[in-house]
Every structure is written in C-alpha cells, then in structure tokens.
C-alpha cells in the first residue's frame, strides 16, 4: 500500500513536498517514482528514483524546479517542488517499479494526491 501526501493549493512561484510511505511490504529494492495526470491530458512521469538512490530521472518540463529523495529506512520516497507554475496543476500519484516511458505498466501505484497551482 502507498500513502501520498503533501499535496495542496498553492500559488505560483510557490513550493510543495510531497511525501509517498509504502506499507505492507518492503520496496526498497524497486525504482520509485512520481507521475502526475491532469483533467484530459495523458499520464506524465516527473520523476524517478533508483532504488539505491544514485541515478535519477526528470522530465524536462521539471528540470531544475523538482527533486526526488527516497529513505529505504522508512520506505518513503519525497518530491520537493520549487517554483511552482499553474500547468504543474494534476493529481500526483507515486509508483512503485515505475515505467517512465508508460507510467500505467508501472508495478503498482498510489491513489495520488491533488497539486492545484494558481496563477
């Protein structure tokens, strides 16, 4: 099981850290991650984790504003969003074994949580 939270409205400009806790079960030896999905449009990975942590993956559209963590200690993987603009409005859902390329072949995911950004 995954639990996201963090999520909420914000204004432009402004920061958020979402924060995925996985239950039941130890992930530590998985790639996780995060992808979003907003009204209408397709899934899109932001970000994505090795499971030992050294190697990380961003969409360009989030390069240099998010930053992924994770503590295999507490089964828990972190998204810190800086500089946040209205089209980064969607609902964040954490995966576990995720698929960059097709984030709904991801092994499993969370229910997500809401990001709503205003201008």
């Known amino acids: 099981q995954l639990v996201e939270s963090g999520g909420g409205l914000v204004q432009a400009g402004g920061s958020l850290r979402l924060s995925c806790a996985a239950s039941g079960r130890t992930d530590s030896m998985y790639d996780m991650g995060w992808f979003r999905q907003a009204p209408g449009k397709e899934r899109e990975s932001v970000a994505a984790i090795r499971w030992s942590g050294g190697s990380t993956y961003y969409a360009d559209s989030v390069k240099g504003r998010f930053t992924i963590s994770r503590d295999n200690a507490k089964n828990t993987v972190y998204l810190q969003m800086n500089s946040l603009k209205p089209e980064d409005t969607a609902v964040y859902h954490c995966?576990?074994?995720?698929?960059?390329?097709?984030?709904?072949?991801?092994?499993?995911w969370g229910q997500g949580t809401q990001v709503t950004v205003s201008s």
């Open positions: 995966a576990v074994g995720i698929n960059i390329a097709t984030p709904s072949l991801s092994h499993y």
